[in-house]
């Protein structure tokens, strides 16, 4: 049970989290003392206590819970000695409060989404009450971070907010492709990264609430109305979405639309026991690794933006730890040397090249260290999670 008091840092919370997931062997060591020091920097640096959000950004705060979570799951001593939990509680109370500040940047995301949108939009001095705003694939972060709240914190309070998340979200069906949710409220753009996270929602919450075979029914129609939609290429790549037409617009095979798609494919293999959802996740993980991965073994960006100017941004800074993130959990269900041995190489990629003195991961996992921003230290920490689970 978690015990919740106020204060912030080594006050956050009093007691540390009791969270309910037993800890993992020791045979990880050196990348669980590496996590341990990056989430030490990620909450001594970048997090505000008032916003409970991390660099102020909105969606990508939605992954570093997940992130930590995670790092619970497989570590749960140093995760109560680290306070994960009251971090957990921290924002779950905070981000949800319409009066903090939050940063929702849409020029970042027009780098993401190049040509297809054109309006600036404001930073939005507030947060987003219930977790829900104007953007499908936001709202599938946080109904994913906080299901992995309530995996390893047992609180049902996360839980019941995802289902609420993903209720909202079912307001984006409705397209003219024949299935899937817009990408956001304007119901203008049908693209990959929101269908791949409603996919996934609904089959996690499927296995969380498997009573209501409704999540699972949803799961299945989804995937197969994606795996027909045309959004996944000859090549096994997930490209960024459709056109107008519903026909693949050829836009970039984002690393993390190769990545939420491998977690959402489990979910639904567990979700039914149908084990050919895993061959197909496995498949797309081969062909993103093929095509992603450099000579050396290291993940980078499909436009390969870590070294140019912008640095991806501040949303394709977290891109590549999504990636890494899902393809753990899919090596959790069909274990692959070669998945194992790329999470590794990433993992030492990252500590030795892209890191500097003060331990701030960047977004250039082959080197030289880019200055890091929350989203880029969180993605880089996805790995050090990821190469703990397949090390023990």
């Known amino acids: 049970m978690l015990h919740r008091h106020g204060g912030w840092r080594g006050a956050l919370v009093a007691a540390v989290c009791a969270l309910a997931t037993p800890a993992a062997a020791a045979s990880a060591q050196t990348y669980v003392n590496d996590a341990v020091t990056a989430i030490q920097t990620l909450n001594n640096d970048f997090y505000d206590v008032s916003t409970g959000l991390w660099g102020n950004a909105w969606w990508n705060s939605a992954n570093a819970l997940t992130t930590l979570a995670d790092f619970a799951s497989v570590r749960l001593t140093e995760a109560n000695q680290l306070n994960v939990g009251?971090?957990?509680?921290?924002?779950?109370?905070?981000?949800?409060?319409?009066?903090?500040?939050?940063?929702r940047s849409i020029v970042e995301r027009r780098m993401a989404k190049r040509e297809l949108l054109q309006k600036r939009e404001p930073l939005q001095k507030r947060g987003f009450a219930n977790f829900i705003n104007q953007y499908y694939d936001d709202e599938?972060?946080?109904?994913l971070a906080l299901i992995r709240s309530h995996d390893v914190a047992g609180d049902r309070d996360y839980l019941d907010s995802a289902v609420n998340i993903f209720n909202d979200m079912q307001t984006g069906r409705g397209t003219p492709c024949?299935?899937?949710i817009y990408w956001s409220k304007d119901r203008q753009y049908v693209n990959a990264i929101a269908n791949e996270l409603y996919l996934t929602v609904a089959a996690s919450l499927a296995n969380r609430i498997p009573q209501n075979r409704t999540y699972a029914n949803i799961a299945t129609a989804q995937w197969q109305w994606f795996d027909r939609s045309g959004m996944i290429n000859a090549q096994g790549l997930i490209n960024d979405g459709l056109t107008a037409n519903c026909q693949n617009n050829g836009l970039q095979t984002w690393s993390y639309n190769q990545g939420v798609i491998l977690g959402g494919l489990v979910e639904l293999s567990r979700a039914t026991g149908d084990a050919s959802y895993i061959q197909r996740a496995v498949n797309i993980a081969q062909a993103a690794i093929k095509a992603l991965a450099n000579t050396n073994g290291?993940?980078?960006e499909t436009?390969?933006?870590?070294?140019?100017?912008?640095?991806?941004?501040?949303?394709?800074?977290?891109?590549?730890?999504?990636f890494v993130r899902n393809l753990r959990y899919l090596n959790t269900v069909a274990p692959n040397q070669a998945f194992e041995n790329f999470i590794t190489k990433n993992a030492d990629s990252i500590w030795a090249?892209?890191?500097?003195?003060q331990n701030m991961l960047g977004v250039a996992w082959t080197g030289p260290y880019v200055t890091a921003t929350a989203g880029s230290h969180s993605s880089a920490l996805d790995v050090l999670v990821a190469a703990i689970a397949v090390s023990n």
């Open 298 to 300: 290291v993940l980078v």
């Open 178 to 180: 024949g299935g899937g």
């Open 140 to 143: 599938g972060w946080w109904a």
């Open 86 to 103: 009251g971090y957990m509680r921290n924002t779950y109370i905070q981000a949800q409060n319409p009066n903090a500040q939050a940063r």
């Open 303 to 322: 436009d390969q933006c870590e070294l140019k100017p912008g640095n991806c941004g501040g949303d394709g800074a977290q891109f590549k730890g999504v």
């Open 353 to 357: 090249n892209d890191r500097n003195n």
